[in-house]
């Protein structure tokens, strides 16, 4: 382990304080474990932990019909996918919290922390990207906010500059007729990372056809995308097999994908279409 | 830069405990190189096999993932919190009379991860406990018998 000194923030104020003062070897530390390990394996100069964690804002959750939901970014999964107003409002998140990691890690992840790793195979952030997720960020310079699908900006980046941390993700209450679903491929049956990964929320008119939708893939890019080709292709018409095809097309057209040890191009871009088509049918269930 | 010694007030196993650490510790390395509870295991190191999971505030989780720091006012429970004294508990019994254990270095792990199973879900289904034990790896026995452990601990009948 690299020479990391500890702190805990009791504001956010505090933290924005710690963090600019620590200068580049400080992070914010939430569940920890991305990046203790990259503290511990040193593939980052990392000096201060800034523990951000005991921040009421940071650890939240927060629903109503009018602001919709807000996740503190330090909340760890269990206590997402454990939310009554989760499951029941935003099952989509359940899908995705409930398999990062297997349960010790499910103990301390946080979908904040998720974010901000910033991996192209992020098992996070497509749900967060479908379901019109606004990220909160605090720093030096006050408070600004960012979609989630403008965060990322490649493998292990994100639009966070110095002295800069995640305080809440906040999404719109769900409409009516509206329905989610993540998915993710993988060679066995948990705790692997995702060769690609999907999610869909779309929402139906009274008379079937789609009114909106959103499609977002993962690890087929250096970051998680959001697919606009394959949302268009479904909307103002009936869900149809004509239509869900098309939208796979799109999203193996906008994959752009690396061969490595979890998967080769190939497979890949055909999971971008299978997993798109099965998250739309499913969205499509939920919204039933 | 360096760093310095730490004092960490928490509960270990139901007793208040007091103890140096230093800045950079881990509370898998502060248990073990601090506190001589040597029950948790360094296997990975970096949050994959579960060894050296313990219980902390209720919730299990890797202590290689936790700085020691963190565990200021915690309420941490390991392995050698389980049983009393020379009365193991119901899954200890259950881990031996099923053979579920071979070298021994995940077992600390698994007990301590089941036990959490077994305390928010006293009777769970063959499927939630293999689903609940997924972050914790086996090398020698293989798992049927460590889930047959499991399932007996929970009173069910054993195929």
Known sequence: ?288 | MATEHIVVNCNINGESQTFLANERDSLLEALRDRIGLTGAKEGCNNGNCGACCVNMDGRIVNSCLVMAAECEGSEIRTVEGLAMGDQLTPLQNAFLEQAALQCGICTPGFLVAAEALLEENPDPSEHEIRYWLAGNLCRCTGYDKIVKAVQQAAGQSIV
């Open chain 1, 1 to 288: 382990m690299q020479a990391v000194k500890y702190a805990r923030a009791e504001s956010v104020e505090e933290a924005v304080r710690l963090l600019q003062e620590g200068g580049e070897g400080a992070r914010p530390l939430a569940g920890g474990t991305d990046v203790i390990v990259q503290a511990r394996e040193r593939t980052r100069d990392i000096d201060l932990f800034v523990d951000i964690k005991h921040i009421p804002e940071l650890i939240g959750i927060d629903y109503s019909d009018d602001s919709g939901l807000t996740i503190g970014a330090a909340r760890p999964c269990y206590q997402i996918y454990g939310d009554a107003t989760v499951q029941e409002k935003y099952p989509i998140l359940v899908d995705s919290t409930s398999l990062i990691g297997g349960t010790a890690i499910q103990g301390r992840a946080s979908l904040g922390g998720n974010l901000c790793n910033s991996s192209p195979a992020a098992d996070g952030i497509p749900s967060l990207i479908v379901l019109e997720g606004q990220v909160e960020i605090a720093g030096p310079n006050g408070r600004r906010t960012v979609p989630v699908e403008d965060f990322c900006t490649s493998p292990g980046r994100n639009v966070l500059g110095s002295g800069e941390f995640v305080v809440s993700m906040s999404f719109p209450a769900p409409a009516a007729g509206s329905g989610a679903r993540f998915l993710r491929f993988i060679p066995r049956n948990e705790m692997d990372i995702a060769v690609t990964n999907a999610a869909t929320q779309l929402r139906l008119n009274g008379d079937g056809s789609v009114a909106w939708a959103r499609v977002s893939i993962g690890a087929v890019a250096p970051t998680p995308l959001l697919v606009s080709d394959a949302a268009e292709a479904l909307v103002g018409r009936p869900l149809s097999e004509d239509s869900i095809a098309a939208a796979a097309a799109a999203s193996r057209d906008a994959a752009n994908p690396i061969d490595d040890m979890r998967g080769s191009i190939r497979q890949r871009v055909h999971l971008a279409g299978v997993l798109t088509e099965r998250t739309i049918r499913q969205a499509a269930e939920r919204a039933a």
